[in-house]
C-alpha cells in the first residue's frame, strides 16, 4: 500500500501482513479477529508463565520482540529456541501445542523442569511470528472495524445522493471514479446524477473492473478526469498512514477543477484515534486543495464530502502527529 514496505519484527518485509490487508473482507474479518484473540491470549498465558517483567505492549511489537530477547539474554539455549520459534511457518505442531497450553502450562509447573522453559520460548516465537505476519494491531484493528461495520446499513452513496443531488443539478453530464465498489447497484451507480460511472476494486466483482487506483494509469486529458470520485471505506483498508497519503494525493490527479471527493471512515478512524481527527483531516485535506462542504457521523461511520477549489493551506507535517491519547485507541492515520 506504498513505496516504504513495512518490516515485520524480524526485519524482513512484510508481505503477508500488506496482502491481509488489502484484500480484507467483511466476511473474513471474524476469522482474523479470531485469530488475532487466539494469539494475543496465547502469548499473554507464556508471558505468565515465563514470568517476563516487563509488560508487553500490543501496539509495538517490535519492542515487544525487544522485550523477550531481553529476556533471554545469557542463556544461549532460550535464546535459540526463541528465535527458532520465531522462524518457523504455519507449524500444525505448534498449534496443537497452543490449543494444548494450558494443560501443557499446568504440567510443566508441576515439574518445576527448567529446560521446558526452552520449549515455551520457542511456542513463544512462534506465536510472535504469526501476530507480525497477520499485519500486527493494525490489521488486527482495520478487521475489527471492518467487522463492526457488517450491520452499518450498506450502502453509503445513499447519503452521497442526497449531498450531491443539489450540487449537480446544473450538470448533465457528470462523471464518477467509485474506489473499492463492491457492486453496480449502489445509489452512486442507480441515482441518474451521472453520466457515467467507472467501479474499481482490488478484486473482481460483476460490473466492477478489478484494478489498484495506486496502479490506474493518470489521466492524459480533462475527458481521463472525473466530477466525483468515491472513496467510501477504503482508505481504513489501505494499510498505513503513508500510503493513505499517497492515495489522497493521487485522487486529486484524477479530479476535475471544482470537481468532488466523498469520504467515508468507521467512525473510529476519527473519534478513537491517537492519530486522526476530523479536524485534522480538514487540515490535511485542505493542504491538497480541498474544501470540506459536508460532514456526518452515524453510530459506525463517518461521512464527508469535499471540494477541490484549489484554495491550498499549508502543508500538514509530514510525520504522524498525536492528537489523542489513552487506552483503547486505534493508530489510524494519514500522512501527506
Ligand atoms: C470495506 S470495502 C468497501 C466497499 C464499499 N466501497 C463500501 O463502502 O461498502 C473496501 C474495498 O476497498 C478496496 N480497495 C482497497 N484499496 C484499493 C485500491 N488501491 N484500489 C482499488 N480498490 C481498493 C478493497 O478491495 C475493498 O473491496
Known amino acids: 500500500m506504498h513505496s516504504r514496505k ?15 490487508a488489502k484484500v480484507i473482507k467483511p466476511q473474513k474479518t471474524r476469522r482474523i479477529i479470531r485469530r488475532f484473540h487466539h494469539l494475543i491470549n496465547k502469548r499473554e498465558s507464556i508471558c505468565l508463565f515465563l514470568c517476563l517483567t516487563e509488560k508487553l505492549d500490543e501496539a509495538n511489537e517490535k519492542k515487544n520482540d525487544a522485550i523477550v530477547r531481553a529476556s533471554t539474554k545469557g542463556n544461549t539455549e532460550q535464546s535459540k529456541s526463541y528465535e527458532d520459534g520465531k522462524s518457523q511457518v504455519f507449524n500444525e505442531a505448534m498449534e496443537t501445542q497452543l490449543l494444548r497450553l ?4 499446568k504440567k510443566e509447573a508441576k515439574l518445576k523442569d527448567s529446560s521446558k522453559i526452552t520449549v515455551m520460548y520457542a511456542l513463544l516465537g512462534y506465536v510472535m511470528s504469526q501476530i507480525d505476519k497477520l499485519g500486527g494491531l493494525e490489521t488486527y484493528q482495520i478487521a475489527s472495524q471492518n467487522g463492526q461495520l457488517n450491520g452499518r446499513g450498506g450502502d453509503t452513496s445513499k447519503l452521497l445522493e442526497k449531498w450531491i443531488k443539489p450540487l449537480l443539478a446544473d450538470h448533465p453530464g457528470a462523471t464518477a471514479l467509485e474506489i473499492g465498489s463492491l457492486s453496480s447497484e ?12 467507472v467501479r474499481i476494486d482490488l478484486e473482481k466483482h460483476e460490473g466492477v473492473t478489478k484494478q489498484d487506483f495506486m496502479e490506474r494509469p493518470l489521466p492524459e486529458n480533462e475527458n481521463d478526469k472525473f466530477d466525483l470520485i468515491s472513496c467510501s471505506l477504503v482508505l481504513n483498508f489501505v494499510k498505513n498512514h503513508k500510503d493513505r497519503g499517497l492515495m489522497c494525493h493521487r485522487m486529486i490527479k484524477f479530479l476535475r477543477p471544482q470537481g468532488y471527493v466523498f469520504i467515508v471512515l468507521p467512525q473510529a478512524c476519527v473519534t478513537h484515534s491517537r492519530y486522526c481527527n476530523e479536524s485534522l483531516l480538514q487540515k490535511l485535506l485542505a493542504s491538497l486543495g480541498l474544501t470540506m462542504l459536508h460532514s456526518h457521523q452515524s453510530n459506525k461511520l ?25 487506552p483503547g485507541l486505534n493508530n489510524f492515520g494519514i500522512t501527506l
Do not use: A, E
Not at 187 to 197: A, D, P, T
Open 6 to 20: 513495512s518490516k515485520s519484527i524480524t526485519g524482513k518485509r512484510n508481505q503477508v501482513g500488506n496482502d491481509v
Open 102 to 105: 494450558h494443560s501443557l502450562i
Open 186 to 197: 449502489n445509489h452512486i451507480s442507480r441515482c441518474g446524477l451521472f453520466k457515467h460511472v
Open 302 to 326: 463517518y461521512y464527508c464530502l469535499y471540494q477541490w477549489q484549489m484554495v491550498l493551506s499549508p502543508k500538514g507535517p509530514p510525520k504522524r502527529i498525536r492528537v489523542s491519547d489513552g
